[in-house]
């Protein structure tokens, strides 16, 4: 809990983490990059594999194509159909998940550790095999088609996407589930053809976390991904950025309010005074923005502010969610708490902050799926992984005179804000 003893608050976080790190970097001859860290007290063990096929490399007319493959390809692979598919990995007591991102399609696995040379086996056939069956194709594009209606009735979900749209340049803010005449559009070709260009392993990640033999793991990702042959990656053009302010009509009670500033990426040396200028403001029910806009005022049901990065470039990202009627004082207020952050943060806040992040540290040692999620991550924004130890040095060593610093030469400012409701908002002067 945020709100623990004092004496345990100021204790160094690598002090917690008791158990050392093991991290294993092996790259194949075709560019795929295996790394793994044992987590040998667990019986568990899990894998995240990043492939190069993003959202950013639909065509222009085909927006949602790559998540429209990433349905396709799991309806049956190798010697499976889309039925036995399902039956061997739910056999193997298999948790899974997949999903499309900017950069990156990426599926994920969870399983008792004796069962993983059987699950990657399945996995490899998934990624390098797939049937994409015909007579299955429009199932998938019924699939699509409810993601995007889905998304029609999460009103804060869309005022988010609309706002990563505005703040970054095409087409990095594009949405992974497309539009409703991209998935139309599409025909199987397009998706055999998105398959064969980047479903490959140049810029392949796979992070495996928990318990296992690592001269077995090696092995293994030779034998199913050793001669998977790798292609030319075509070269991407941004556009520009989406507009500063916008508002999307909705008749309902409620507003949806989205606001962003840029910020720094993963990658930079100052990321970590960034990450704790914005738990500050947003991390836990101490934080700012919960206790001035929701606690103290009661001016909004949910109100959040985050971290966002691509590789090269970062945001900050802020929602919340209130009624028309407060609606306007709620985006003053928020732009208000984002505005005050030049002033500094004060010793208390940090304390609090730092006893957050080192009890989600301590609980990321248990759970080998956030923890392949982690290196698979690190490799992709820094070409190497930060151990647990590692980050808690980098979190102890944050002080209120190096986040301070930070803010007086990178205070919140050329905010992008996107409204969703009935009304649109008064945006206040010198904000953009």
């Not at 900050?316 to 952050?341: F, H, I, K, P, W």
Request: proline share 5%; aromatic share 6%; glycine share 8%.
């Amino acid at each position: 809990m945020a709100d623990s003893s004092p004496a345990a608050d100021s204790s160094p976080i690598v002090s917690r983490l008791e158990r050392s790190d093991n991290i294993q970097v092996h790259e194949l001859a075709n560019g795929m990059v295996v790394l793994a860290e044992s987590m040998d007290w667990l019986e568990s063990v899990s894998f995240c594999l990043l492939l190069p096929a993003g959202c950013v490399l639909d065509p222009g007319d085909r927006l949602g194509l790559s998540n429209f493959a990433c349905e396709m390809v799991q309806r049956g692979c190798g010697s499976r159909d889309s039925r036995q598919f399902i039956e061997e990995l739910d056999g193997l007591g298999v948790e899974r998940s997949c999903g499309v991102s900017s950069s990156h399609t990426t599926y994920g696995a969870a399983m008792p550790f004796e069962r993983l040379p059987a699950a990657l086996a399945i996995y490899a056939d998934l990624v390098r095999r797939p049937h994409l069956p015909a007579d299955q194709f429009e199932d998938g594009r019924q699939v699509c088609l409810q993601e995007l209606r889905a998304l029609e009735d999460d009103l804060a979900q869309r005022v988010m996407l609309e706002l990563r749209r505005c703040q970054y340049p095409s087409p990095w803010g594009r949405p992974s589930t497309g539009d409703l005449a991209g998935v139309m559009a599409a025909k199987l070709d397009d998706v055999q053809a998105f398959f064969a260009q980047h479903y490959q392993p140049r810029g392949a990640v796979l992070a495996v976390a928990g318990k296992f033999s690592w001269p077995d793991l090696r092995s293994l990702t030779e034998r199913l991904f050793g001669d998977w042959t790798p292609r030319d990656s075509p070269p991407l053009v941004s556009g520009a950025r989406g507009e500063t302010h916008v508002h999307l009509p909705h008749d309902s009670a409620q507003t949806q309010i989205a606001v962003s500033y840029d910020s720094v990426p993963y990658s930079h040396p100052d990321y970590y005074e960034a990450r704790g200028a914005v738990g500050v403001l947003s991390d836990g029910m101490s934080s700012r923005l919960f206790t001035e806009v929701r606690e103290n005022r009661g001016l909004a049901y949910s109100v959040f502010a985050s971290c966002h990065s691509l590789r090269d470039r970062g945001a900050v990202m802020c929602y919340a969610g209130t009624s028309t009627e407060l609606a306007q004082q709620t985006l003053d207020v928020l732009l208000y708490e984002l505005r005050r952050l030049r002033e500094g943060i004060q010793p208390e806040e940090l304390r609090r902050l730092k006893a957050r992040i080192k009890s989600n540290l301590i609980m990321q040692q248990e759970s080998s799926s956030s923890r392949a999620g982690s290196i698979a991550g690190d490799w992709f924004h820094l070409q190497s992984v930060r151990t647990l130890q590692e980050i808690g040095r980098k979190v102890d060593a944050l002080s209120c005179d190096s986040i301070n610093a930070y803010l007086a030469g990178n205070a919140p400012q050329g905010f992008t804000v996107v409204t969703l409701g009935a009304q649109p908002l008064e945006i206040p002067n010198g904000v953009s």
